[in-house]
């Protein structure tokens, strides 16, 4: 194949001259095949990796670039590692929002602060910061100047030391003598228990008096438990009291009786607290006095309703759960509401695969949608709109397309430009059809009626059948009323009739104008100034090529073009994996001599024909050199051409 392009006959450059390169293949190979001597600027496709790969004097290098993703790092979110990627500052992540990703430090005059400003985000000294734009709560002055001292108070049981701060310093903050009125929980409730009375709710820091109870059913002695029956042993307590001094208890054996039945009083009695109930003070009591009961970490068990249940879960109190289970329904004021938001790039599974999700109103998507395949799909509409989001002038086609895994996918579609329903170049079958058909029936084998061909009047009579199966042969028709000289001959006519023959151009003719007559043609020999009959001339006279007489045949024409073509023609062969290849000839020229036509020579792929493009050199005039850029896996074809 001549290249038309060819720039210099010595380097073999090709200036396509603003063309354009079509259906061209860039090697390509596995990283292990790579070309061995590149040049700069020498292109590969590399298959191992499915990249195109430029060489840049030194390394192959690819043409995809070096970037594989972009990811957002602290105080950034977006990011993505395809396409058209979106970074942008975090402003609401707690955890890594713009704020929180920034180092800690301490900011000094000289420091600056990020404010968002109109047309973007502006960034101020500390000490260029105008106080005036911002709420001035405690009346600040809106005074520029220079701090030159701290102080701070306390109330409510707040304390200060190290007040005030002049130059630098540090704050001391506590609480002392917290007033109940700062607390949020600033009483406690006593409640008379078993074998009590009186109690009642008190403030911090001030008393109530629980008293232990004598009378009634429930006094302190009932309250224990019915002991009747039981034998008093010596060494158990009894509780004794003359009703004008405190109670006390005894051992039943240290009881002094007297002969008058006197017992001596009880002379001390302590409190002591269980399950939650402590006792600040006044315990024991040896004469009167007051015994103060509080409530600090009061267990579950000594709770009535020590849980909650929210549906069928239960939580105790203290405790935590990270499910709920059992809800009929969950509802959320007016307004815009998320659920899950803080489970990050994880699925959220609504209800079970044997559940149906419903949802009344819109349903919004604005990430990747996943589809789930289903093999049967139930469909209640007796009609499905596609394209139902088409308001104008319609553009677009539409159908059904089916996936066909390893093969090409079929469709039945609307043809929007040309009005019509398609399956493209596909067969449809079909049992029955009904309306108007355009074309030809290619697989029809006969008519479904056949038809009769009739002539009736005139000077021909007589008829035919034919159904489309077959043609029609050896019909009989009759001929009536011919008139005498009516009928011109023609090539199936009998009988000597020859009215006037003439000749020219190399033909001559005698003998014509009578019926009878016998009429001699005759040829006159052709010559490069007239025409007339010519003789053929065989494969050996026009590849002598000394004739003047005869005629060349296209059968001799193509002999002589292949023997001439033998002659300045001849193929050799690259063995497969020989970078370097010398190719001797007889033709005794060489490239780009002044005067001398050049040799022209291909190179081809003997395993796919493919042409290749081979740096060529001339090493004499009787041999070149053919050099590869790196070694070929299969067999090359040279075509040698000397057009001499």
């Known amino acids: 194949m001549a290249i038309k392009y060819l720039s210099h006959l010595e380097t073999l450059n090709i200036d396509l001259q603003g063309n354009q390169l079509l259906n061209a293949v860039v090697h390509p190979d596995i990283t292990a095949n790579r070309p061995t001597a590149p040049n700069a600027g020498q292109l ?45 500052v975090d402003y609401t ?28 985000v502006s960034k101020v000294a500390f000490n260029n910061i105008d106080i005036s734009l911002f709420n001035n709560d405690a009346n600040y002055s809106t005074t520029v100047g220079t701090v030159t001292s701290v102080g701070a108070s306390g109330s409510g049981g707040v304390t200060i030391s190290g007040s005030p701060v002049t130059t ?15 607390l949020a929980n600033s009483s406690i409730t006593v409640t008379a228990g078993k074998g009590l009375k009186t109690g009642g709710t008190v403030s911090l820091g001030g008393t109530v008096q629980v008293d232990v109870d004598y009378a009634g059913a429930a006094n302190v002695i009932l309250d224990t438990g019915n002991k009747v029956g039981t034998a008093v042993e010596t060494d158990w307590n009894i509780l004794v009291s003359d009703g004008t001094m405190a109670a006390e208890y005894y051992a039943v ?52 309703n020590d849980d909650v249940t929210f549906g069928s879960t239960t939580v105790a109190l203290g405790g935590t759960s990270t499910s709920i289970a059992g809800l009929t329904a969950l509802d959320f004021a007016a307004g815009n509401r998320t659920i899950g938001a803080s489970i990050g790039a994880n699925s ?68 929007e430009t040309n009005n019509v329903w398609t399956v493209g170049s596909e067969s449809f079958t079909a049992n029955t059809f009904n309306g108007a058909l355009n074309g030809n029936a290619s697989t029809a084998s006969k008519w479904q009626s056949s038809r009769t061909v009739t002539f009736a009047t005139g000077d021909v009579t007589g008829s035919f059948s034919i159904d489309g199966s077959a043609n029609v042969n050896n019909v009989n028709l009759t001929v009536t009323g011919v008139s005498a000289n009516s009928i011109a001959l023609g090539t199936d006519t009998t009988g000597n009739y020859v009215a006037t023959a003439s000749g020219s151009n190399g033909i001559t003719v005698s003998g014509s104008g009578s019926e009878t007559a016998a009429i001699t043609i005759s040829g006159v020999n052709a010559s490069t100034t007239a025409k007339g009959v010519v003789e053929l001339a065989n494969s050996t006279e026009t590849i002598t090529g000394t004739d003047t007489t005869r005629a060349v045949t296209p059968k001799g024409a193509s002999d002589l073009v292949a023997n001439r073509i033998d002659k300045h023609r001849f193929t050799d062969t690259i063995p497969a994996g020989n970078p370097v290849h010398t190719v001797p000839h007889t033709f ?32 004499s005039k009787d041999e070149f050199e053919a050099r590869l850029a790196a070694p070929h896996g299969a067999d090359i074809l040279i075509s040698v051409i000397y057009a001499g």
Do not use: C, H
């Open 44 to 88: 590969f496709f590399n298959t191992s990796t499915s990249e195109l790969e430029v060489y840049d004097g030194t390394n192959w290098v690819s043409a995809a670039g070096d970037i594989t993703a972009v990811l957002a790092g602290d105080g950034i979110t977006g990011g993505g590692n395809s396409g058209s990627v979106t970074l942008a």
């Open 253 to 304: 054996g240290d009881l002094p009786f007297a002969p008058a039945g006197t017992v001596t009083g009880v002379t001390s009695v302590a409190i002591a607290g269980t399950d939650g109930i402590d006792v600040d003070s006044g315990s024991p009591i040896t004469g009167a006095g007051t015994i103060t009961l509080g409530l600090s970490n009061v267990p579950n068990s000594s709770l009535a």
């Open 168 to 182: 630098s310093g540090v704050l001391n903050i506590g609480l002392s003598n917290v007033p109940n009125s700062s």
């Open 348 to 415: 959220l599974t609504l209800a079970s695969s044997s559940s149906t999700v419903v949802i009344p109103g819109n349903l919004t998507v604005s990430g990747t949608t996943t589809t789930i395949d289903s093999n049967t799909v139930n469909i209640g509409d007796n009609i499905i709109t596609l394209n139902a989001d088409e308001t104008g002038t319609p553009s677009q086609n539409a159908g059904i397309e089916i996936e066909r895994g390893t093969e090409a996918n079929k469709s039945l579609l609307w043809d």
């Open 93 to 120: 992540n707690s955890a890594t929002n713009v704020v929180s990703a920034a180092p800690t430090g301490t900011p000094s005059a000289s420091s600056t602060v990020l404010f968002a400003a109109t047309g973007g």
């Open 588 to 619: 005794g020229t060489t490239f780009g001599v002044s005067g001398v036509v050049p040799i022209m020579v291909s190179y081809f792929d003997v395993a796919t024909g493919d042409q290749l493009m081979i740096d060529t050199v001339q090493i």
